[in-house]
Structure formats: C-alpha cells, structure tokens
C-alpha cells in the first residue's frame, strides 16, 4: 500500500471510533489510520477522546500494512530508529527529567538518554530549576548523534509552538471594537492587566474611567470582573489595550444641551493650573475658570495657595466648545445666595430673617 502522508507529517482529523487499545482516524480517502489508545488516556487509564472528536497527530510509519500515527514519541516507542525519524521529521517525543546536572538536566526518553540544556527549558522565564526536576515533559530533539548517543532535545521549542499556535486562534477571535469580558489580575500605577480567555491585555488608568483616576486600588481590584472594549492590538509585539472607559457615554455629547452659556452650576475644584482652576461638573467634564475671570486675583498670583482639590464653587458658563471639549467658565454668586437675593427683593424677608436696614427705619 502507497502511503498517502511522509513520515512525522501532521495532520488534523476526526476520530471515527475507539475500540479496545485502538483509536481509529479518518483519512478522507476510504480509508483509516490508526493510533495507540494509551497514548490519549488520563492517569486513571481513562481514554480522554470519542468518537467525532478532532485530533492533531503524526504520521509514524506502516504497521501490518496500516498507517500509524502518534501524537508523540514516548516509552516502548522510543527506540533508536524512532528518535532519529522524530529527529529529521519534528515530532514531539515525551521525556522523564531525571536530574539537573552541568549546563542544563538530563533527560530520558525511553531507555535513551537525552540533554535539555537550561535555555531549552521553559518558556521565557527564568524558573527554578527544581520545578523542572521529576516532571514529565514534552521535547523537540535538535541533535540527534552518533546513532543515538548524543541526543539534545528542547522543551522551549514545543512551547513556543504551541504559544503561535494560540497567538493565531487568539487573533481571529479577539479584534478591535469587540467588548470582552475579563479578570483584573493585577494593579500597577499605569493600569491593570486583565486576563482575557488566557491572554493578558492592559487597562490603561486614563482608560478606567471618565474622571480621573488616582490610586487604580479605589476603583479595581484582584479577581474583579470586568467588561470592557478592545481598543488596540499589536499582534506583533503580543499587546492588546482594552477600554472601560469606552463603554460609557461621553459627557461632551450632550455639553451645549446641559450647560448652555449663561447657566450656574455647582462643581468641584478638580485641578489647579498657574493660568486657572479647572472644575469637575460631572465625571469627565471639567470646565476651566480662567484667572482674568477671578476677581481681585491677578495673573502673578499663586493660585495653588488660594485653591485645592475638592473645594466646591459655584461657576458660570461662558461658552462650550464640544468639538474641542472645551467649556469656559465664571465664579459667580451660588444658587442659593441668588435665591436669598431674590426673596429680600421681593420683599419676602421678615425681620427674623435677618437685620434689614429699610424695615428698621421705618418703625422709627
């Protein structure tokens, strides 16, 4: 029989049934490919696949004239002429970390035995290496010498293909304008990383809110869940930038309707700048006072000695500019002095509110 696939071919194909120690493969050509059971089975010996499910796998060669395949090398399978076909073709062999001896660990595959130097272990990371010690792990062999007896495998080598591979399904599920449901995994001062199906995105702080944010700790926390949008990826460095921010109205939408010229509002200091104070009217819309318009203040005067955060005042505004999310503002008189005024005018003012010089006068 002609083999259809070269030896260490991989391909990816449905299983069309498990029978005994056997797992069949459909070939998509009238006929079947075969793989041991025990190479899919847990450590209770329980088979992990069924029938319909899709698997990766290797072409290792013919057996009784069928067409064998394997997942990866490992134990009785791991003779000599197997590593080498393992060696010119990629396919994966699985080893026993014996020991951590000079420049890297000792590795056995099978009864052959194989060298992992240290930068072939793990993946980008500098791990201890007795985290390694006593494991069984997956290996690319990179040598493969003097019919077996220098062997130097690589465990970073698998990982990082195995990394691509998930950095591709990442890419066509996670894209630009998508909103995501995520984990905060942990704070820094420029933002929060968020875990996103396994991947690790960024929350910048300025895109956590719509008013500033100060201490991150106030408004986040480890393990919170979060929904947010996905605003920029950079595949290529591995980097995608996620919004909270973004999934909230914009406050400037709606600026020139609520806050058209002329009418008084109470906000909050929200910054002080040598030209001005910038007040907070509502989250994400902060108006400035400009120093011209403070009333026996000048231009040389320290405004950070006369004003901090948090002090409340009553403005004007003077003109809004939504284009560029601009609003000039006026100190003016609060609401509830106007009030006052208009009463005392009106003549609503009894004597118990208050000394009114007219009313005293006429009672003389």
């Given at each position: 029989m002609k083999n259809m696939f070269e030896p260490g071919q991989q391909i990816e194909t449905t299983i069309v049934a498990v029978s005994g120690d056997t797992i069949f493969l459909d070939l998509?050509?009238?006929?079947?490919?075969?793989?041991?059971?025990?190479e899919l089975t847990d450590e209770n010996g329980k088979c992990t696949v069924q029938e319909g499910d899709r698997i990766k796998a290797y072409f290792a060669g013919t057996e009784n004239g069928e067409m064998k395949f394997t997942t990866k090398i490992s134990g009785g399978k791991a003779d000599k002429s197997m590593l080498e076909n393992a060696f010119k073709n990629g396919i994966p062999v699985e080893g026993h970390v014996e020991k951590e001896i000079k420049g890297g660990y000792d590795v056995m595959i099978g009864t052959n035995r194989a060298f992992c130097p240290y930068s072939q272990?793990?993946?980008?990371?500098?791990?201890?290496?007795?985290?390694?010690?006593?494991?069984h792990l997956t290996f690319k062999i990179q040598e493969y010498k003097n019919d077996g007896r220098n062997i130097v495998v690589s465990n970073r080598a698998i990982m990082e293909d195995e990394h691509a591979k998930s950095m591709v399904a990442l890419q066509g599920k996670l894209q630009e304008g998508m909103i995501v449901d995520a984990t905060v995994k942990s704070l820094q001062n420029y933002g929060a990383f968020v875990d996103i199906d396994g991947f690790q995105a960024l929350l910048p702080i300025s895109e956590?809110?719509?008013?500033?944010?100060?201490?991150?700790?106030?408004?986040?926390?480890?393990?919170?869940?979060?929904?947010?949008?996905?605003?920029?990826?950079?595949?290529?460095?591995?980097?995608?930038?996620?919004?909270?921010?973004a999934l909230l109205a914009d406050p400037w939408d709606s600026v020139a309707e609520k806050y058209p010229?002329?009418?008084?509002?109470?906000?909050?200091?929200?910054?002080?700048?040598?030209?001005?104070?910038?007040?907070?009217?509502?989250p994400g819309l902060d108006g400035l006072v400009h120093v011209s318009e403070m009333e026996g203040i000048d231009r040389n005067s320290n405004l950070s000695k006369l004003f901090k955060k948090g002090d409340k005042m009553t403005v004007e505004v003077k003109e809004t500019n939504p284009a560029e999310k601009r609003i000039s503002l006026m100190p003016t008189t609060s609401v509830e002095q106007d009030k006052t005024t208009a009463r005392y005018m009106a003549g609503q003012n009894s004597d118990d509110d208050g000394y009114n010089p007219f009313a005293a006068l006429l009672k003389k």
């Open positions: 998509n050509a009238k006929s079947e490919g075969f793989l041991d059971r025990a272990m793990g993946y980008k990371q500098k791990d201890e290496s007795a985290s390694f010690v006593g494991k956590i809110a719509l008013d500033r944010v100060d201490d991150i700790s106030t408004v986040l926390k480890a393990d919170q869940k979060i929904k947010a949008k996905i605003i920029k990826t950079d595949w290529k460095n591995e980097r995608v930038s996620v919004s909270m921010k010229a002329g009418s008084k509002h109470d906000g909050v200091v929200s910054r002080v700048a040598p030209y001005g104070v910038f007040v907070e009217l509502e």
